[in-house]
């Protein structure tokens, strides 16, 4: 009996050490020790990161994600929708069937000048792909005139909103007086 569980325990001990290969835990991302960083009070410095398979395109992408990160900063139009479905079918022995969908569309629009790509790094992945990260930095004056333009037009539009409220007022106390 000693010698059954004296092989057992020799077998999970065997079990055990074949299983610590390599660690199935979260692994770090790469990211180069610039990313994220805020490194000047003149410009507001956005991000983008892109992995393709040309060098060239994973450049230009990485710079569209950074400049639609900056749009973003000065105005988004975010719409969403999510939508549930559930069916059963079948009589005896009837299944679910579920679906659940969800839909996210962001829009930004700003027109920046002056904007420089003030870092940037590839690597090539282990799938032989480049991904590159960048830096673009943008004048806060830049940023700061967009955000008066988008003032200034929602002003204009609650402006002439509260006009047309004031007239339709206007029109409804003539039509009372009038009857």
Not at 62 to 68: C, R
Not at 136 to 165: D, G, H, R
Request: net charge neutral; with cysteine.
């Amino acid at each position: 009996m000693k010698k059954i569980i004296t092989l057992l325990v020799i077998a999970l001990f065997v079990i055990a050490a074949c299983g610590k290969g390599e660690s199935s835990g979260p692994k770090k991302v790469y990211a180069p020790e610039w990313w994220q960083e805020q490194t000047s009070p003149d410009y507001v410095q956005t991000y983008g990161m892109a992995i393709k398979v040309s060098q060239n395109s994973s450049y230009d992408a990485a710079y569209a994600n950074a400049m639609l990160a900056a749009a973003q900063y000065v105005e988004t139009y975010v719409q969403g929708m999510v939508k549930n479905y559930e069916e059963e079918a079948g009589v005896n022995d009837p299944q679910v069937l579920a679906l659940t969908s969800k839909v996210v569309k962001a829009v930004a629009n700003a027109k920046f000048s002056n904007v420089m790509v003030t870092k940037q790094e590839t690597i090539v992945t282990d799938d032989n792909r480049y991904q590159t990260f960048v830096r673009v930095s943008v004048p806060k004056e830049a940023v700061n005139k967009n955000l008066v333009n988008q003032i200034k037009n929602e002003e204009a539009l609650y402006n002439q909103f509260k006009a047309s409220q004031a007239f339709d007022e206007l029109d409804g106390a003539v039509e009372k007086y009038n009857k």
